[in-house]
């Protein structure tokens, strides 16, 4: 690790502004519904606070889009945080100003305060110097543990490390660096990687690297259509990024050229598109290919949309799965969100952890399959950040890592 780590910080005494993804999905009545990021902080956390530091939380949740919104509050964060730390937990509902600056005054060793949402103030994500500064002042020291943020150049990621003499990664961030670093550059073989989601020009930058990494490319979701359009197959109402069929044509020869293994969707499970552009949920059907050998997959016919991958895509799947010594997955199969378009990504869940290879999941929608499938402890890391991970596997420089002291 070429920058400080919270073990190189005499964190004794001092108050420790960390920057945690406290970025958690709220149920209703504005209640937590998955506390992974909040866990995922808590080795950091208990280690500033058992080597007597003043920890100063900051976190941003949602998109306020620079404006106060209650909804989007961190205070239901506090009693969750407070109840996993064994120890109170402080909470002003600003993260800069007057009442900031009493409280943390009063700060006592082993003594911890969480901040209001960052993103009430457009300053945050413009990366306003003077923000940065103010919230600077409340620290001695800066801690950056927010993985899932560390892509962004923000106020509370790039900015706030000018105005602090050191700033150092935390035991989180350390660890996905690890995984997403040292564990993929040099993977246990054969490696599998899982892509999907909905648009394939997010993944692109990811997709090539993977390609280069790994030894077998599995794609599903929408962006699937896109490369299956690029080979001339049908595919109907479905999802299509038209100015990605180059890039995509590229890609597959690509593939081609330095003997990789590709596999696209050889089935799908459809829905009817109904007037109002919805999808018809009763209306679904599955879209078989034509035969064992054409592994490029069956058109869609139009006026149908694809939705999810079909069982003999999820079979092919599986068997290069359960072959596999390490496992990266990052995106859904198809319309995760959606219960009845769900089952093609539960069943790729099911197979990355009965393959028994290091996995290595990331993406909301990814991991949120693996808990509620019940399938946690079977995966060898769950990575906080979507787009931070696939950032990171381009090989793009992530400035909240890059703004940190050097060793």
Known sequence: MPKLSIRDLDVHGQRVLVRVDFNVPLGAEGQIAD????????????????????????????????????????????????NLLLRPVAFVDDCVGEKVEKTVAILQNGDCLLLENLRFYPQEEANDPEFAKKLASYADLYVNDAFGSAHRAHASTEGVTHHVPQSAVGFLMQKELKYLGDELANPQRPFAAIVGGAKASDKIGAIESLLEKSDSLLIGGAMAYTFLKSQGIGIGASLVEDDQLEVSRRILDLTAQKGKRLLLPVDHVV????????????????????DMKNTKGAAIEDGWCGVDIGPKTVELYQQTLLGSKTVFWNGPMGIFENKNFAKGTYEIARAVAESGARSIVGGGDSVSAIHASGLTDKITFLSTGGGASLEFLEGKTLPGVAALTDR
């Open 35 to 82: 506390d992974l990021r909040i866990r995922a902080a808590l080795p950091t956390l208990d280690y500033l606070l058992e080597h007597g530091a003043r920890v100063i939380l900051c976190s941003h949740l949602g998109r306020p889009k620079g404006k106060r919104d209650t909804s989007l509050s961190l205070r239901p964060v506090v009693q969750r945080l407070s």
């Open 271 to 290: 829905a009817r598109r109904v007037e109002t552009e919805q999808l018809d949920k009763k209306r679904r059907k599955i879209v078989e290919f034509r």
